[in-house]
């Protein structure tokens, strides 16, 4: 039997700007999806890239005042770069400036053109900029603002060639209907309700008097294509071009993972393309949006979570939380809490902790031997674990084949869970105490079956973990040489390798202190939502601003120069008088000394934590340099530093004694 095909591409990802999260997570995705099925002896090809053209690239070089094409090689490295660190393995790395793909675009174009599906026309409409197209009256405001952009659209009339999707329109509400277009039958009635509200036909083109960055229609020199009719194709260029998508396996199996956000284009324009085309027709796997403690992550929102974030915490932590949060499909709410939280229970006191428990064990009574299984003295519970196991298998493919990529690992962590049970129920160290031969082949079919719990689930996590299952393996005997191992391994849960000497216990994922890291990560949220309560019960005092600790900014990413630094005065005071004041129940008014320097009248909201008594006499830090505020009860003449006490209250930061009133802190 012929090796089955599969060909698995992300979007390629818009060059004017560098990865964000949601880029990571669709491209892990489709790596996962690659690993798991190279698993299973299949041949699997990987594409994703970069979509280099475009009006929004060219305004971009504009405004950094470079040529488009040195601002996408650029990217490119970058993008590149990026990925090599999240342990991607991509066969393919478009970019649609490559020559193959400018030939690729052309014949497409060229073909349809024949065809009678490309024709010249007139359009006007309103247009996105951003989105790079003509919006419907569904996707505009009352305004005319774009619905996904939030911002203003364009009037424009143009002159342009069109591509014919009104033709293919009762074929693709047939199609979608069938299930044909979208694995998820939740956007199959998004994309019917699109089709239902889509008007006239796809402008294709753009005149080279307004965009000359893209590529040429091969029968008219004076227009470009219009960047999804150029992007699009990609996919069709990763298998060598149009010819090749006609007779290759690779194409008769193709699924495009792809953000919710981009699925008019890829469940309407792309799939009537390849019927014009006359080329098999490409799944979709759609995904939901990364959320961030429940919003859109947005850079106004300031609750963007940064690849570099992502990273500091390693992409196994990611992908745990990720991929065990939903299947496929739903929108996943990042709390960095049960982010941490998570990781901790699944990998640091999950599966780390099995392997490591197990090897000392291991190392204790036998010497670091692994032991070996006595198939006929196996009591109940360990039967029944190796038959779990061996099932693991059937269902972790079976949700792979419907994308149910949570299920699957949740069917991974149960074994873990069992193998857990089995230590806590047969409790190996009692057994340990017995000298007798029954004893010892009981105390070896228990370790001997933890081992096989830790194979298997060494096999089945391989596509989400590939080097620490790596290190997992090759702990107990199995070297892979970070080759992606045949999954019917797990079909033979006892052959493990008995007998070999476990010389390290590798400590795959250390458990984190979860409070400390959301300290370090977070460090303002609890002044954020503190601060937020203040507005609504006291609006009209203002009195977040009081001490305005500026606390939006993000310690981890926003990195500051020296000089920006010494703007800041910051000089030691004691505080020689505190007292509440009428009429508001947040501040305190304190006299402070700052030496030479004279004393200062400063407002510190700080009276729900901290009694006047408990700050006078004190050492402080004071902002000296901070612009005089007015307020209803004085004006306050600096700030006090505060921070978070560990019990969650809200300090000053006390100085010692022995510090000289009125120096300078630097
Ligand atoms: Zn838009």
Redesign the pocket.
């Known amino acids: 039997m012929a090796t089955p095909c599969r060909y698995f591409t992300t979007p390629i990802y818009y060059a004017n700007g560098s990865p964000h999260a949601g880029h990571v997570y669709a491209t892990i995705l489709t790596s996962i999806l690659k690993t798991h099925y190279s698993q299973r002896g299949e041949n699997v090809k990987f594409l994703t890239g970069l979509d280099e053209h475009g009006e929004a690239v060219q305004d971009k070089a504009k405004e950094l005042e470079i040529s488009p094409q040195k601002l996408v090689d650029d990217m490119a490295i970058l993008w590149k770069k990026e990925f090599a660190r999240f342990e991607l393995n991509n066969d393919i790395f478009i970019r649609t400036t490559d020559k193959d793909h400018v030939k690729n675009v052309q014949d497409i174009l060229n073909y349809c053109h024949k065809k009678g599906d490309i024709y010249f026309g007139e359009h006007e409409g309103y247009y996105?900029?951003?989105?790079?197209?003509f919006?419907t009256n569904s996707?505009r405001d009352e305004n005319n603002n774009?619905?996904?952009?939030?911002?203003p659209?364009e009037l424009r009339k143009e002159k342009n060639y069109f591509f014919r999707t009104s033709k293919y329109r009762d074929k693709l509400i047939d199609l979608i209907s069938q299930g044909k277009i979208t694995h998820q039958e939740k956007y199959k009635n998004e994309l019917l309700g699109m089709l239902k509200n889509l008007e006239g036909d796809l402008s294709i083109s753009r005149p080279k008097t307004r965009l000359t960055w893209g590529i040429e229609l091969p029968f008219d020199k004076e227009h470009v294509a219009y960047v999804w009719f150029d992007a699009l194709p990609n996919y069709v260029t990763g298998i060598g071009g149009l010819d090749q998508a006609r007779t290759s396996e690779f194409w008769k199996n193709v699924n495009h993972i792809i953000g919710k956000d981009i699925i008019k284009f890829h469940g309407i324009f792309w799939p009537a393309m390849c019927l014009s085309l006359d080329i098999p027709l490409p799944k979709l796997l759609i995904t939901g949006w990364l959320l961030k403690d429940a919003h859109k992550m947005s850079k106004s929102l300031g609750n963007v979570v940064t690849v570099d974030q992502i990273l500091h915490y390693g992409r196994d932590m990611f992908v745990n939380f990720v991929f065990r949060a939903t299947n496929p499909g739903d929108d996943i709410d990042i709390s960095w809490k049960s982010y941490f939280e998570r990781y901790n229970s699944d990998l640091a006191n999950g599966v780390g902790n099995l392997l490591s428990r197990t090897l000392a064990m291991i190392e204790k009574y036998f010497e670091r031997k692994i032991p070996k299984f006595h198939l006929n003295e196996l009591n109940d519970e360990q039967k029944e674990i190796v038959k779990i196991s061996q099932n693991a298998l059937i269902n972790v493919t079976k949700s792979f084949d419907e994308f149910r990529i949570a299920d699957a690992m949740n069917e991974i962590s149960n074994l873990v869970s069992l193998a857990d049970k089995l230590i806590a129920n047969q409790k190996p160290w009692e057994i340990a105490k017995n000298n007798d031969e029954k004893s010892l082949a009981q105390l070896e079919n228990i370790l001997a079956t933890c081992v096989g719990v830790l194979r298997t689930v060494g096999y089945l996590s391989y596509s989400f973990h590939p080097s620490k299952m790596n290190e997992l393996l090759l702990s107990i005997g199995e070297n892979l040489n970070h080759t992606p191992p045949s999954i019917n391994k797990v079909k033979e849960f006892t052959s493990i390798y008995s007998g070999f000497v476990c010389d390290h216990i590798p400590k795959l994922f250390n458990r984190i202190d979860i409070a400390a890291e959301l300290a370090a990560i977070e460090p303002d949220k609890k002044k954020e939502i503190k601060k937020s309560e203040v507005k609504k019960v006291d609006k009209s005092e203002k009195l977040s601003n009081i001490e305005n600790k500026n606390s939006d900014t993000n310690l981890a990413t926003d990195i500051i120069q020296i000089q920006d630094f010494s703007k800041v005065q910051m000089r030691v005071g004691t505080v020689v008088s505190a007292e509440c004041v009428d009429g508001s129940d947040k501040l305190l008014k304190l006299v402070v000394s700052l030496g030479e320097f004279g004393e200062r009248q400063i407002f510190s909201g700080i009276r729900e934590w901290v009694k006047p008594e408990e700050v006078v006499n004190h050492k402080v830090i004071i902002v000296c340099n901070l612009a005089p505020r007015k307020m209803r009860f004085g004006t306050s003449e600096g700030m006090m530093l505060s921070t978070d006490t560990i019990e969650g209250k809200i300090s000053p930061v006390f100085l010692p004694e022995y510090l000289k009133e009125g120096s300078l802190l630097s």
Do not use: S
């Not at 774009?146 to 911002?151: A, D, G, P």
């Open positions: 996105c900029i951003k989105c790079e197209g919006l996707e774009c619905l996904v952009h939030k911002r659209t």
